[in-house]
Structure formats: structure tokens, C-alpha cells
């Protein structure tokens, strides 16, 4: 994550089925300064994310699905240009606590 973080120009990234096998993702402060477009699916061991202010300056749009071990979100509030979140097969219990922890209004789509 590191490396990509540090992409000059990418702004559309999409970690599917077992692209990314960690358990935890960083965004540190000036990692992926130009991402508008996050997609997260189906990573069986992400159990933890983690956003510092200042990373991910420009996300407009995040999907998660199928995330089933993903339980700690933390720093969503540092995401000033987020409009849009799609959940797809998360639990009721995560999009509970995420909607807490985003407190602003934010599209969030929970389907499945």
C-alpha cells in the first residue's frame, strides 16, 4: 500500500478478491493525494483501516463488499470530498457504526 499510496496520478483503484491479503490498510497523511474512486472487495483478511487526515483528499466514491472480517474503521471523518458509499454483503452492525463514525451526510447504499 505503501507504493500506491505514493502514485502520482492515480485516481481510480480497485483492491478485488484477494489483490490485498493484509490484515490492516494505512492512509497516512499525502498518500493517494489524487484518488477519487476506491473499491474494496472481498478481502478476507482486512480486518482494520485506518485514514489519517490528509490522505485521501479527493474520494468522492468508496465501495466496500464483502469485507466480512472488517470491524475497526477509523479516521472516515478526514474524508472531506466523500459524497457516495456502497456497501454490498456488509453487515448491519458495520454500516451501523459507520454511519456514526462518518457524522455529515453521506449517500450510503447498503445492499445484500
Given at each position: 500500500m505503501r507504493v500506491l499510496g505514493n502514485l502520482p496520478r492515480i485516481n481510480i483503484l480497485n483492491l478485488l478478491a484477494y489483490t490485498y491479503v493484509g490484515a490492516e490498510i494505512r492512509c497516512l497523511s499525502g498518500e493517494?493525494?489524487?484518488?477519487?474512486?476506491?473499491?474494496l472487495w472481498m478481502l478476507e483478511?482486512?480486518?482494520?483501516w485506518?485514514?489519517?487526515?490528509?490522505a485521501l483528499p479527493q474520494?468522492?466514491?468508496?465501495?466496500?463488499?464483502?469485507c466480512d472480517?472488517?470491524?475497526?474503521?477509523?479516521?472516515?471523518?478526514?474524508?472531506?470530498e466523500l459524497k457516495e458509499m456502497i456497501l454490498t454483503n456488509?453487515?448491519?452492525e458495520f454500516v451501523a457504526d459507520l454511519r456514526e463514525k462518518?457524522?455529515?451526510?453521506?449517500?450510503?447504499t447498503n445492499e445484500g
Open positions: 493517494f493525494c489524487e484518488l477519487r474512486v476506491l473499491k483478511n482486512l480486518t482494520q485506518t485514514v489519517r487526515k490528509g474520494l468522492v466514491e468508496l465501495e466496500i463488499r464483502g472480517n472488517l470491524k475497526n474503521l477509523e479516521g472516515f471523518k478526514e474524508l472531506p456488509m453487515p448491519q462518518l457524522d455529515r451526510d453521506i449517500a450510503v
